[in-house]
């Protein structure tokens, strides 16, 4: 039984940081490339980091470029998303993805005052 389950999420402050988990059971995780997408409230949801199954490659969305970094272990079967330099933008709920198949439960980011 696949399964992605994130953790990490909360409340942060603008201009902090947060780190987000996301572990992976139940597939071959080394064997593939791995996804954050946000949903914000109201609007669709939105790829904002892969990384490869080595990990050897990783691309952003343009609005998270510079601020947030993915990163994977894949001897813990686990991918990662450091957020830094957090903005209002940024609240949403973010889901762990597989190879563009399997999907994580998501957790809320709120960044606030």
């Known amino acids: 039984q696949v399964q992605l389950v994130e953790s990490g999420g909360g409340l942060v402050q603008p201009g902090g940081s947060l780190r987000l988990s996301c572990a992976a059971s139940?597939?071959?995780?080394?064997?593939?490339?791995m996804n954050w997408y946000r949903q914000a409230p109201g609007k669709g949801r939105e790829l904002v980091a892969s990384?490869?199954?080595?990990?050897?490659?990783?691309t952003y969305a343009d609005s998270v470029k510079g601020r947030f970094t993915v990163s994977r272990d894949n001897a813990k079967n686990t991918v990662y998303l450091e957020l830094n330099n957090a903005k209002s933008v940024d609240t949403g709920v973010y889901y762990c993805?597989?190879?563009?198949?399997?999907w994580g439960q998501g957790t809320q980011v709120t960044v606030s005052s």
């Open positions: 993805n597989a190879g563009f198949r399997y």
């Open positions: 139940g597939f071959t995780f080394s064997s593939h490339t």
């Open positions: 990384i490869t199954s080595a990990g050897g490659i990783t």
